[in-house]
T-cell receptor, first 109, second 115 residues
Framework: GQNIDQPTEMTATEGAIVQINCTYQTSGFNGLFWYQQHAGEAPTFLSYNVLDGLEEKGRFSSFLSRSKGYSYLLLKELQMKDSASYLCAVRNSNYQLIWGAGTKLIIKP | IAGITQAPTSQILAAGRRMTLRCTQDMRHNAMYWYRQDLGLGLRLIHYSNTAGTTGKGEVPDGYSVSRANTDDFPLTLASAVPSQTSVYFC??????????????FGAGSRLTVL
C-alpha cells in the first residue's frame, strides 16, 4: 500500500527551530508538498520539492531525499502564529496526491 | 478576492436526507477536487474533475456524486446521507497541466454532521 508517516504532534518554544519529518512509500514519485493548516481553516501551500536537496523560503525550508523516501520541513525563529498542523503529501506516478495525517505543532511562549 | 467559495459553512442533517455542498472558483482553474478530512486521517479524495464536462472517482467515492457543467462550479451531492459521512469537506482547485507543481487552492471547508 501507499502511506505517508509523520509525527502526530510536536511542541516547540517561540523563537526556536523545529524540524517536522515525513517518510513515504508510494507508487512512484512526482513531487512532495507541504501545506499548513490552522485549526478550523483550509490548508495553504508552503513548499514543493521534486529534486533532492533543500528548498528555502524565508523562515521555512523543506528538504527531500528521494532515495530514502524522506522529507522534512524546517521552521526557524518560531512565532506563535506558526501553531498549526503541517500536512505532507506526495504525488505518485499516477499523479494522485497521497496525504499524511498531519503534524500538529504547538508553540509555547 | 480570487479563490474558492464553499457553502454551507456547516450543516446538521438527518440520516437519509439528500444534501448538496456547493463549490465555486473564480481562478479559471481547469481541475477541481472534493476531499474529506477526518480526525487522525489524511485528506481523502472523493471525486475530481480535470476539466469541465469530465469527472472521476477518487479514493472514497461511494455515497457521493459530482457534476462539472462549467469551469467554475463543482457541487458534491450526498444522495442519502449516513452518519459515517460526518466530516469536514474541502473543495480545491488547481491549474493542472504541464509538469509543474499544480498547487492546490482550498476552499474554507464545509462541516457536515449527519445524525
Amino acid at each position: 500500500g501507499q502511506n505517508i508517516d509523520q509525527p502526530t504532534e510536536m511542541t516547540a518554544t517561540e523563537g526556536a527551530i523545529v524540524q517536522i519529518n515525513c517518510t513515504y512509500q508510494t507508487s512512484g514519485f512526482n513531487g512532495l508538498f507541504w501545506y499548513q493548516q490552522h485549526a478550523g481553516e483550509a490548508p495553504t501551500f508552503l513548499s514543493y520539492n521534486v529534486l533532492d536537496g533543500l528548498e528555502e523560503k524565508g523562515r521555512f525550508s523543506s528538504f527531500l531525499s528521494r532515495s530514502k523516501g524522506y522529507s522534512y520541513l524546517l521552521l526557524k525563529e518560531l512565532q506563535m502564529k506558526d501553531s498549526a498542523s503541517y500536512l505532507c503529501a506526495v504525488r505518485n506516478s499516477n499523479y494522485q496526491l497521497i496525504w499524511g495525517a498531519g503534524t500538529k505543532l504547538i508553540i509555547k511562549p | 478576492i480570487a479563490g474558492i467559495t464553499q457553502a454551507p459553512t456547516s450543516q446538521i442533517l438527518a440520516a437519509g436526507r439528500r444534501m448538496t455542498l456547493r463549490c465555486t472558483q473564480d481562478m479559471r482553474h481547469n481541475a477541481m477536487y472534493w476531499y474529506r478530512q477526518d480526525l487522525g486521517l489524511g485528506l481523502r479524495l472523493i471525486h475530481y474533475s480535470n476539466t469541465a464536462g469530465t469527472t472521476g472517482k477518487g479514493e472514497v467515492p461511494d455515497g457521493y456524486s459530482v457534476s462539472r457543467a462549467n469551469t467554475d462550479d463543482f457541487p458534491l451531492t450526498l444522495a442519502s446521507a449516513v452518519p459515517s459521512q460526518t466530516s469536514v469537506y474541502f473543495c480545491a482547485s488547481s491549474d493542472r497541466g504541464g509538469s509543474g507543481a499544480n498547487v492546490l487552492t482550498f476552499g474554507a471547508g464545509s462541516r457536515l454532521t449527519v445524525l
